[in-house]
């Protein structure tokens, strides 16, 4: 199908089953993190999926080409940013399978229903409330900060969306780490899986991927680390599979 571009706008290609998305990078462009976040993710055939906060749609995309999930949903607040997502769902002939929606994360129990996914993912602001900000793009700043909701507002809605046992998988930053443990915890979503993202071997992590279960046991599995670069601007094998390149 062919979309007419906004000014500002492009189609990059997603080096994964001939995806391509349309972005603007005076608004947001997606980052590793939700590749990251695609790649740790899992959804079984038949399984309804909703990513909160999605975007330009970039995690709802490549999960439709990684997983058999019958229906996958984004929900996203910023118009700009949904409009975006919901023509390249057109584009890349996925309106049978992708539902782009628009609406506030906090009110996303509301929208869609108590425990109606299987599995949700999300790749939250990482910075609390305006702490470090100094963008003065607001698409990139709600983005990046706690703006327009809190990782409390993710939790408490993850859990009422998810089914019984359901999962739910983020990316966020290690310094938070403590945080997000209690406040999953604290709404009964029991971490079970956890993967430290390092950008260098010798270098800090720089990320977290988490998987909770809804009403899970009390048992959690820590990963061997991801290992992003071997040298400047040469991929670790691992990260060239998670691209699909």
Avoid at 156 to 173: I, N, S
């Amino acid at each position: 199908m062919t979309i007419r571009l906004k000014p500002g706008e492009r189609l990059d290609d997603l080096q994964r089953n001939h995806l391509k998305i349309i972005q603007n990078p005076a608004l947001f462009c997606f980052g590793m993190d939700a590749v990251l976040l695609s790649g740790f993710a899992a959804a079984k055939a038949g399984e309804k999926v909703l990513d909160l906060g999605t975007g330009n749609g970039i995690i709802p995309l490549l999960l439709s080409a990684k997983t058999e999930a019958a229906h996958l949903t984004g929900l996203e607040i910023q118009p700009e940013s949904a409009d975006m997502a919901r023509r390249s769902v057109l584009y890349n002939d996925l309106s049978q399978r992708i539902t782009i929606a628009e609406g506030d994360l906090k009110e996303a129990s509301a929208i869609f229903g108590l425990a109606t996914f299987d599995v949700v993912t999300c790749n939250p602001p990482y910075m609390a409330g305006s702490h470090g900000l100094t963008n003065d793009a607001q698409a990139r700043a709600i983005a990046r900060h706690e703006l327009l909701c809190t990782f409390e507002d993710v939790a408490r809605e993850a859990a009422r969306l998810l089914r019984p046992g359901g999962k739910f998988y983020l990316v966020h930053r290690p310094f938070r780490l403590a945080e997000i443990m209690v406040t999953l915890s604290r709404h009964k979503l029991e971490p079970k899986r956890m993967r430290l993202v390092y950008p260098y071997v010798n270098k800090e992590p720089n990320m977290v991927l988490l998987e909770a279960s809804r009403g899970g046991n009390s048992r959690m599995q820590v990963e061997p680390p991801l290992i992003v670069y071997q040298e400047p601007g040469v991929y670790m094998p691992e990260i060239y599979e998670v691209y699909g390149y």
